[in-house]
Structure formats: C-alpha cells, structure tokens
C-alpha cells in the first residue's frame, strides 16, 4: 500500500522560511514524479510543484515560482519543498502525492502570520 | 493548464437518495480523473482513481465514470457519514488540477 507522510510545517512569520518533507513507502519513489499540493482554509487544493524522476525537471505555481524550491532524495524516500520568503497567502496544509497514485496523507499545516 | 469544471457547488440530500456530481475537464484528459472526499478539518479521502476504480475499502455505493472530458461521480443511497465536500481531480498533465468542490448537505 502506498503512503505518505508529510512533516515539517509550523507558524512561521511573514518572510520566513520552512522546509517540508514528505516520507514515502510502499513505492520505490526514484520511479515516480512527485508533487506537492495545497489547501488554503476553506478553499480547494491547488498545485503547487511537481519534480520528475531523479529530480532533472521541475515546474512550479506562479504564485510561488521563485521562493519555493522542490527537491528529492530517493535514497531516503523523501521529497522536500523548501519555501522561502514566506506570505500569508501560502499558509494551508501542504501534501505530496506521487504521480498516478492518488494518494493523500494527513498532510502538515503552515501558518504564516505575525 | 487543464480546467476543471465542477457542479454543482452544493447539493442537499436525504439519506437513502442517489446523487450526482458532475466534472468536466476542459480537454481530454483519458481517464486520468480521481475522486476525494473530505470532511471539515480532515485530510482528503481517496474514492476513486482511474475515473472509476474505487479504492481499496471504498463503499460500493460510490462509483465513477466517464472518459475524455466529461465524468461523474455517483452516491447511491446516501449515508449520514457521506455529508462531506467532495472534489476531481485530473493528472493527466501537470499542472495537477482540481474541480471547485460539491458540497454535499442534508
């Protein structure tokens, strides 16, 4: 069965910074392309950043393009979103999912605020 | 990026109904379509992926289908546990996309 387990978030202050991790298994995860998505209060998900296999090629949400880097260690099953210059905006509850298996973790809260 | 288009946005229903909700995806997407279902404060379900295979330890009286670009999630007999907010979700191509949400209320 393929899980994952998402860590990391917190209450940072606007222009922080934090580093998530996403811990994988039940994959071998240097098969998968991996992506992370988010959730706002009240709103729906919504993409965030995806990274392919061996980590050659990664896209990312205009909204965040520039301040969050992904990144992966498949030797460690883990994926990473490292995210920088922190906004209100980007507080929710972040999750990664591997491509094609569409599962959900309990995902880790970020809160941005003063 | 591939729109996802959902309705309705809320639906009300009795236990013991059958209830629709419907995605379409602004181009062809195959069957790279998955239904979640979320209650407030907790993290997504998992129903179905593949447009209609339902996951593991999935109720029966869920059931998707559909193909390309237009898909429907199915509830037959509606439980009191099934009150909960549910979304698409394509992954035929990144961006990953999702649909706005059905609300689902007695």
Same mark, same amino acid.
């Given at each position: 069965?393929?899980?994952?387990?998402?860590?990391? /978030?917190?209450?940072?202050?606007?222009? /922080?910074?934090?580093?998530? $991790?996403?811990?994988?298994?039940?994959?071998?995860?240097?098969?998968?392309?991996?992506?992370?998505?988010? %959730?706002?209060?009240?709103?729906?998900?919504?993409?965030?950043?995806?990274?392919?296999?061996? /980590?050659?090629?990664?896209?990312?949400?205009?909204?965040?393009?520039?301040?969050?880097?992904?990144?992966?260690?498949?030797?460690?099953?883990?994926?990473?979103? %490292?995210?920088?210059?922190?906004?209100?905006?980007?507080?929710?509850?972040?999750?990664?999912?591997?491509?094609?298996?569409?599962?959900?973790? %309990?995902?880790?809260?970020?809160?941005? $605020?003063? | 990026?591939?729109?996802?288009?959902? *309705?309705? *946005?809320?639906?009300?229903?009795?236990?013991?109904?059958? #209830?629709?909700?419907?995605?379409?995806?602004?181009?062809?997407?195959?069957?790279?379509?998955?239904?979640?279902?979320?209650?407030?404060?907790?993290?997504?379900? *998992?129903?179905?992926?593949?447009?209609?295979?339902?996951?593991?330890? #999935?109720? *029966?009286?869920?059931?998707?289908?559909?193909?390309?670009?237009?898909?429907?999630?199915?509830?037959?007999? #509606?439980?009191?546990?099934?009150?909960?907010?549910? =979304?698409?979700?394509?992954?035929?191509? =990144?961006?990953?996309?999702?649909?706005?949400?059905?609300?689902?209320?007695?």
């Amino acid at each position: 069965e393929v899980q994952v387990m998402e860590s990391g /978030g917190g209450l940072v202050k606007p222009g /922080g910074s934090l580093r998530l $991790s996403c811990v994988t298994s039940g994959l071998t995860m240097s098969d998968y392309w991996m992506h992370w998505v988010r %959730q706002a209060p009240g709103k729906g998900p919504e993409f965030v950043s995806h990274i392919t296999s061996y /980590g050659s090629t990664s896209s990312y949400a205009d909204s965040v393009n520039g301040r969050f880097i992904i990144s992966r260690d498949d030797a460690k099953n883990t994926l990473y979103l %490292q995210m920088n210059n922190l906004a209100a905006d980007d507080s929710g509850v972040y999750y990664c999912q591997p491509y094609g298996e569409v599962v959900w973790g %309990q995902g880790t809260t970020v809160t941005v $605020s003063s | 990026d591939i729109q996802m288009t959902q *309705s309705p *946005s809320s639906l009300s229903a009795s236990v013991g109904e059958t #209830v629709t909700i419907t995605c379409r995806a602004s181009r062809d997407i195959g069957d790279y379509l998955a239904w979640f279902q979320q209650r407030p404060g907790k993290a997504p379900k *998992s129903l179905i992926s593949g447009s209609s295979s339902l996951r593991d330890g #999935v109720p *029966s009286r869920f059931a998707g289908s559909g193909y390309g670009t237009d898909f429907t999630l199915t509830i037959t007999s #509606v439980q009191p546990e099934d009150f909960a907010t549910y =979304y698409c979700q394509q992954y035929n191509a =990144y961006p990953i996309t999702f649909g706005q949400g059905t609300r689902l209320d007695i």
